[in-house]
């Protein structure tokens, strides 16, 4: 008899019945595919000396080739998941994996600078919504204890594709030219794009009277700002990543400037770190999941504890002179810093309705973009011009501090806000396997 889980689901609409290896196989797919997204985003940064040479291209020029996808990912990100959740997940996962690889196929046939800026302009569109969406997907055919896990290891998959993407697209370019090196990324993209909608069907992880629970919980997208626990999450995860995401984009300039380390060095060990986060992401989310199984407001407590984990490590490493037990202590604080991604994953999929998933997703990356990706490393650049890197590094862990009180404050409101939710939707003790359904 094939093994049966209930689908991550807040009410009785999320339960469906897929076997443990169909879910295994929608997550692989939906991974790869978050893999080529951020492989065709930053294979762009390994070939930047090829086209500056070839196309005479400024340092600004470069700049805007790259942020021009970010800018759509911003722009896009909210409006393409609600699209998705009215009109499919599936079959817009699909159409936005082909976009942006028929895009990044565009930009190895570009053959001048306006044609390139069109050509990552429509990978942006095509990735806005990505992960979101994909996320959303994901915890759909998997127990509600495994959310915190799901979320941190899909996530990671963004940090894990950027490195493969600049490692490989680097390789190919020094072998075979830098077009070769978007036409392989392109090619990766276009054959899980095809693979996806014939394996990953809509009505095998749709769940099971959708219609009848949007129209029991009024206004299901009122759920998305709803609550208190809800909005500090959004914000206390934006201010958490405002630290690991300046640390990453300034920690190679860190090591140039500080280590003496030559670009390409820096780079290397830059990557590293990069890895040591992705890797942390994935860890502290099982630890979230094993930990909170009876008990889902330990989640907010874990993810306290890893905003304070990560101040206290990071302080230490920057009040440190060079040296490896600096790199080391940065090793382990971006490890930690990066781990309250799964319990927040978790909480915003406990505390919205299950129709609106995507939209869920996609708000929290807004806010993650727009507290800390966005602001931190440019905030930190004009301390640094102010006072120096090493400095301004000393400043930056104390963000975590004030992600930590927002939490405290979403911890205060949290079980009261899973109740609520819980009372507005249809009651379902017991699922069809005889597994009960917990919130």
């Known amino acids: 008899m094939a093994f049966h889980t209930i689908a991550a689901d807040d009410d009785d609409a999320g339960c469906v019945g897929v076997t443990r290896q169909y879910a ?57 998941s609600l699209l998705a959740d009215r009109f499919g997940r599936v079959k817009s996962l699909a159409l936005m994996a082909f976009l942006w690889s028929v895009a990044t196929l565009g930009c190895a046939l ?42 941190s290891a899909f996530m990671a998959g963004g940090m894990f594709g950027s490195v493969l993407g600049m490692a ?38 749709a769940p099971k009277r959708v219609a009848k629970a949007v129209a029991e919980v009024k206004r299901p997208l ?14 206390a995860s934006g201010l958490q990543l405002f630290v690991g995401g300046t640390v990453m984009v300034w920690i190679p300039s860190y090591l140039n400037r500080y280590y003496d380390m030559p670009t ?61 037990v600096q790199l080391l202590l940065i090793c382990l604080g971006m490890a930690i810093a990066t781990g309250t991604t799964g319990p927040c994953g978790a909480m915003v999929a406990n505390l919205t ?39 301004a590094f000393q400043l930056v862990p104390l963000v975590s501090l004030a992600a930590a009180a927002v939490f405290f404050y979403a911890k205060c409101h949290y079980h009261k806000d899973i109740a609520r939710l819980q009372g507005q939707s249809v009651a379902h003790p017991v699922g069809e396997t005889g597994l009960e359904v917990k919130l």
Request: glycine residues 10%; hydrophobic residues 55%; contains cysteine.
């Open 110 to 151: 570009a053959q001048d600078y306006q044609q390139m800026f069109i050509a990552r302009f429509m990978v942006g569109v095509g990735e806005a919504a990505y992960g979101s969406v994909g996320i959303a997907v994901v915890i759909s055919v998997f127990p509600k204890h495994m959310r915190a896990t799901l979320a």
């Open 24 to 80: 295994w196989i929608v997550f692989a797919l939906t991974f790869g595919l978050l893999i080529s997204d951020y492989m065709s985003r930053q294979v762009l940064n390994a070939v930047f000396p090829l086209l500056k040479s070839e196309w005479a291209l400024s340092d600004g020029q470069l700049g805007l080739l790259s942020g021009i996808v970010a800018l759509m990912v911003g722009l896009l990100t909210f409006p393409l």
């Open 222 to 235: 009122r759920t998305l700002w709803s609550s208190r626990s809800v909005v500090a999450t959004y914000v």
């Open 264 to 324: 390409d060095k820096a780079g290397g060990m830059a990557a590293i770190i990069v890895l040591c986060s992705g890797t942390g992401m994935i860890l502290c989310g099982i630890l979230s999941d094993r930990l909170c199984r009876h008990s889902p407001e330990r989640k907010v407590s874990l993810a306290i504890g890893f905003c304070l984990g990560s101040c206290l490590l990071l302080s230490a490493a920057f009040a440190l002179q060079a040296g490896p």
């Open 353 to 391: 309705h299950y129709s609106v998933h995507g939209t869920a997703f996609a708000t929290l990356t807004l806010a993650n973009n727009m507290l800390g990706l966005a602001p931190g490393p440019f905030i930190t650049g004009r301390v640094s011009d102010l006072i120096g890197l090493h400095a």
């Open 168 to 205: 490989l697209g680097g390789a190919i370019a020094a072998k075979l030219g830098w077009r070769w090196s978007f036409a392989g990324m392109s090619l990766f993209g276009l054959v899980l794009a095809m693979l996806y909608p014939l394996i990953v069907k809509e009505a095998r992880i």
